[in-house]
């Protein structure tokens, strides 16, 4: 396809404006923001004005509840109704912390641990897309009419199976997903425009169930993410645990005394405990059991401290190894942004202000600050927004190949800027060997057996030859999403064999299907005219590339020949489009963009020598790092 | 490197810099910004796939010259693979003696001091180990961008990598120590 160059800066097209939002899908609370026409960010409500919706699906045989309803039902039916799904998403059974198997029945399937529920077997990313329904219905009906796309946030430390998982959840809720974006650059993204900050900031996110820290650069619009790190597992829900065991603990009640219901009875009261401290310095507990029995405590600011002072350290550790990761120091930073409800506690405000040796910032409501910058890149991709702004990612974790001896090879390493893609050559070990199994992990540790497994396949067919002949190229591409997509290629006899990464963890094409002919949630499509209007979309854009290129006044480039062979493509495909075969529009629309590879690539060069006299005029304030 | 042939210019000129080893890093990071600014995937969120996948070859492209250029000594490699020197071959491999006995004395100077916990000492050999690889950076200046002598730029930034492998474990190490203390 033509690579078209577009002015940054340049206006949107005219004609309707486009609906579209970001979306903070939260451990606990889940929210839906977008941006005005007059340009202002704004978090969107149920009709009854409430805008944090609880990560909460409640599953009975008839009827699906969501949001506040389910919320209100976790403690009579603990098993049935769903909270946190996120610390679920993209997880084996093995992966979970034994609390979980208290309170729900959990299965297998696929890799992916399910939920045993009265409605049936659920997995994460059904629950999840019940979540997301949910907030699609809302924008559309505070928007008034369909999404075009949104922009979903993950934790920056999510890794692969995480963000597959949560990419399909959406997909499930019938959302176009326009981009993945981590949370902590969201934030970053809120924070830096409102504020027009400049220079390298940290972005503390204690959310409720995952940490992330992120260091960034902001200059003219560009957000760089330098180093991130975190914890998945680790958030404002373990705060509440703490609390929560210790008032089992006050009332003489032993762990294994503690059924599920009970379980989420102190839960409730710890939370509130929890959100009391924050203003106050001692709180009163008193709370029925489900017998009646009652439990009563004093909880002081301190002791609450003191039951969690090792939850707040364990955050202070990521912190550190990104800074280590970004070559700086505390104090060499020019402010740091915190978010997530949890950073409303001043444990974790002084911990935060006491490193980095500043007191953080807190303007934005850190419940809010993720999903409205979500909303604002949202804008920009749908094509609403005029001003260019470049958010650049990283990889959280590095990806690898397990090689002789269980040893990971890594070859995209952790905080590399995405897209990224690397490529490296293995061979076979054996006379005639023709299979390789490439067998693709994510993780820091040596071994393989330490890292996630991500995915296995293998390349066939590979012809017979000497042990060592072979010659098979390796390519992992990361895309902006910070999905992975795998492959191999024997470079003498050209075998291939590809995998975008659907993760062990994850679920397969054929599994998403069937959810969504089976779900609810979504209505039947008709999968082949869906096809058709898709061919033909691709095809009138070739066309219409093609045009500006080499039509009156277009910008030239190519010779008599050329031409000829790309009209006589042209025409060809012109004439299908009319006619209804989405495979022949498909092939027609190759053959064309094959035939203008290299006039697009001498249109490229074209155009960076243009960037590069612009590039002259952005002086030297885009400063170096360290790295 | 051959990942995408859309552009039959190398890293130097992708960014429009001279090709040379000393390179002035924000001329490098605001081409590199304005490059980017153009092809990332955000600015065709909307195009057709064939538009995204180009977009997504031409941002992976344009990251890929950057990592290579703003780090030292990939840049120097790749100056060297411009120039048809493959440092990496077998020609190169074999180091002159003496070297191999700095890059022993290097590895059980800190080993020595990390068995007696001595963190003033580790400091004093990092910074001993910064100021030898800045000299060989500087001599590497003047063989690569200078006398052009393309064959000793090789072997010197053998010497370099191995220096550098050492100073990123001692840097390892040295946080990990860091951390131990401050946990």
Redesign the interface.
């Known amino acids: 396809?033509?690579?078209?160059?577009?002015e940054?800066g340049g206006v949107a097209p005219s004609g309707e404006r486009r609906r579209a939002v970001g979306i903070d899908l939260g451990t606990t609370y889940s929210l839906v923001a977008t941006v005005d026409p007059d340009g202002k960010g704004r978090v969107l409500t149920d009709e009854e004005g409430r805008w944090l919706l609880p990560s909460v699906v409640r599953y009975q045989p008839e009827h699906t509840a969501v949001g506040w309803d389910a919320w209100g039902k976790r403690s009579e039916d603990p098993a049935n109704t769903i909270v946190s799904v996120k610390r679920f998403v993209g997880r084996g059974r093995a992966d979970l912390p034994a609390a979980a198997e208290r309170t729900y029945r959990l299965a297998e399937g696929g890799g992916m641990v399910r939920f045993k529920t009265c409605a049936g077997i659920k997995s994460p990313v059904e629950v999840s897309a019940g979540i997301l329904s949910v907030l699609r219905a809302r924008a559309e009906r505070e928007l008034g009419g369909d999404l075009e796309?949104a922009v979903i946030t993950v934790p920056a430390y999510f890794d692969e199976s995480q963000r597959e998982a949560t990419r399909d959840a959406a997909r499930l809720a019938g959302i176009n997903v326009?981009?993945l974006l981590s949370e902590p650059t969201a934030a970053a993204v809120a924070y830096g425009l409102d504020r027009g900050s400049e220079g390298l900031y940290a972005v503390y996110d204690l959310g409720g169930g995952t940490f992330d820290i992120s260091i960034l650069r902001l200059?003219r619009g560009?957000f760089e993410v330098i180093a991130t790190n975190g914890h998945t597992m680790l958030g404002g829900d373990d705060f509440d645990q703490r609390i929560a065991d210790w008032l089992a603990t006050k009332a003489g009640l032993a762990h294994a005394d503690v059924g599920p219901v009970d379980a989420g009875i102190l839960l409730d009261a710890a939370r509130t405990a929890k959100e009391k401290l924050s203003s106050e310095d001692q709180v009163a507990v008193r709370t029925a059991l489900s017998e009646g029995r009652m439990v009563e405590a004093r909880l002081t600011r301190a002791e609450f401290e003191h039951i969690t002072a090792d939850l707040v350290?364990q955050t202070?550790?990521p912190v550190?190894?990104a800074l280590?990761d970004a070559n700086l120091s505390p104090g060499s930073l020019d402010g740091v942004v915190l978010v997530g409800g949890a950073t409303r506690m001043p444990r974790i405000r002084r911990a935060v202000a006491r490193l980095f040796g500043r007191e953080p910032l807190t303007d934005i409501d850190p419940d809010k600050a993720v999903a409205l910058g979500a909303a604002i890149?949202a804008e920009?991709?749908?094509?609403n927004r005029s001003d260019?702004l470049?958010?650049?990612d990283v990889i959280p974790l590095s990806l690898g190949l397990e090689t002789m001896g269980g040893l990971a090879e890594k070859l995209i390493l952790r905080n590399?800027?995405?897209?990224?893609?690397q490529?490296q050559e293995f061979t076979t070990f054996k006379d005639g060997q023709s299979a390789i199994s490439i067998h693709v992990v994510q993780g820091e540790r040596e071994l393989v057996a330490d890292c996630r497994s991500l995915a296995r396949f293998e390349l066939r067919g590979i012809p017979p030859m000497p042990a060592g002949a072979a010659r098979v190229r390796v390519t992992f591409?990361v895309?902006?999403d910070g999905l992975l997509s795998v492959t191999a290629r024997e470079q003498h006899s050209g075998v291939e064999a590809a995998i975008s990464v659907k993760p062990s963890y994850g679920l397969t094409d054929d599994e998403i299907g069937e959810m969504l002919r089976s779900s609810l949630l979504h209505a039947r499509e008709d999968v082949e005219a869906r096809a058709l209007v898709e061919a033909r979309?691709?095809g009138e854009?070739?066309l219409i590339?093609l045009e500006r290129a080499i039509g009156p006044g277009g910008v030239g480039f190519i010779d008599e020949t050329e031409k000829s062979t790309v009209n006589r493509l042209a025409s060809a495909l012109r004439r299908l489009l009319g006619e209804g075969d989405a495979r022949r529009i498909r092939q027609a629309?190759e053959a064309l963009?094959r035939a203008t590879?290299s006039l697009?690539?001498r249109m490229?060069?074209t155009?960076?020598?243009e960037?590069?006299q612009?590039?002259s005029k952005?002086?030297?304030?885009?400063?170096?790092g360290k790295? | 490197m051959q990942m995408n042939a859309w552009v039959g210019e190398d890293y130097f000129a992708l960014f429009g810099l001279a090709r040379a080893f000393r390179l002035d890093l924000q001329a490098l990071a605001s081409a590199y910004r304005g490059l980017l600014d153009r092809c990332h995937p955000d600015r065709f969120a909307r195009a057709s796939d064939a538009e995204r996948r180009r977009a997504l070859e031409n941002a992976t492209y344009v990251n890929h010259a950057y990592v290579t250029l703003r780090r030292p000594l990939e840049r120097a490699r790749y100056l060297l693979e411009l120039e048809g020197v493959d440092c990496l071959s077998d020609r190169f491999a074999a180091e002159p003696p003496e070297f191999l006995v700095e890059q022993m004395q290097w590895r059980e100077a800190i080993e020595a001091a990390r068995n007696n916990g001595d963190c003033a000492g580790l400091r004093e050999i990092g910074r001993r180990l910064d100021e030898k690889c800045a000299a060989l950076e500087s001599e590497l200046v003047r063989l690569l961008d200078e006398d052009r002598d393309f064959n000793r730029a090789a072997k010197q930034l053998r010497m370099l990598s191995f220096l550098e492998a050492i100073r990123r474990d001692l840097g390892r190490l040295a946080q990990t120590l860091g951390e131990a203390d401050a946990v």
Not at chain 1, 1 to 6: D, H, K, P
């Open positions: 396809m033509l690579f078209e160059i577009r940054p796309g326009l981009r200059s560009v350290e202070l550790i550190r190894r280590r890149q920009m991709l749908i094509g260019s470049l958010l650049l590399s800027t995405i897209p990224v893609a490529t591409q895309d902006a979309v691709e854009r070739m590339a629309t963009n590879e697009a690539a490229m060069t155009a960076v020598r960037v590069l612009d590039a952005f002086p030297s304030a885009w400063a170096e790295g």
